[in-house]
């Protein structure tokens, strides 16, 4: 099963940009990687996705090396807003099918500080 | 608001008793997964389905049971509960069928069992 590693828990202030970096080995070659938000009591959200090298949108960045070990999302200019569990989530071969499991891991909390 | 809904929003069992889960997902949405989320942790892959079939699963024993059905709802039935069955129970529905594409969460069932 495909596994993933996180930072438990990073800091920041208002206004920095913010980078959290996953490891995940055995990812299906063939899946995306994606990023959710959780806050407390609530479902996880949808953030960012991709497959390969950088995805943008308005509100992030995903950088992913081309071996696709790892993943970085990048939060420009983060607010008290942006405090929450944020994981990423990939997919593994399982015995050689196309049928995936998931694995989301323990995720990394983010706090922002005034 | 993700569209996807789930019922009920809290339940109390007791151990060895029988639990059905629902959940409607948003029109169209073909594949729905089930999650599994401790205190504290990240969600579980439970399993995943794709227009009323098994798409993947996790490491979760057989009492860990699930149904799709044409109309976008689908159920996560648990047998025998045991304690450590108490978590947060999620779906999420996605319009595709790669495993990793896009999901829409629900707000979870809350289950606690005694």
């Known amino acids: 099963l495909a596994k993933t590693t996180q930072p438990i828990s990073m800091d920041s202030y208002e206004g920095q940009e913010v980078n959290i970096t996953c490891s995940h080995n055995n990812i299906a070659t063939n899946d995306y990687i994606t990023w959710y938000q959780q806050f407390p009591s609530q479902g996880p959200r949808f953030i960012i996705q991709g497959y390969k090298t950088k995805v943008t949108n308005e509100v992030a960045s995903l950088f992913i090396p081309a071996d696709r070990k790892s993943s970085t999302l990048s939060l420009p200019r983060v607010s008290l807003s942006d405090t929450a569990v944020y994981y990423c989530l990939v997919g593994d071969n399982y015995r050689g099918s196309t049928l995936g499991r998931l694995y989301f891991g323990r995720g990394t909390q983010l706090t922002v500080w005034p | 608001e993700t569209g996807v809904t789930q019922s009920p929003t809290h339940l109390i069992k007791t151990r060895g008793q029988q639990v059905t889960l629902r959940c409607s997902s948003q029109s169209g949405h073909n594949t729905v997964s089930w999650y599994q989320q401790a205190l504290g942790q990240g969600p579980q892959f439970i399993f995943q389905?794709?227009?009323?079939?098994?798409?993947g699963r996790g490491n979760f024993p057989p009492r860990f049971s699930g149904l799709q059905f044409p109309n976008y709802s689908s159920e996560l039935n648990v047998n025998a509960l045991e304690l450590d069955d108490s978590a947060l129970y999620l779906c999420?529905?996605?319009?595709?069928?790669?495993?990793?594409?896009?999901?829409?969460f629900g707000p979870g069932t809350r289950l606690t069992v005694l």
């Open positions: 999420a529905s996605s319009p595709s069928r790669t495993s990793t594409d896009t999901q829409y």
């Open positions: 389905y794709y227009r009323e079939e098994e798409n």
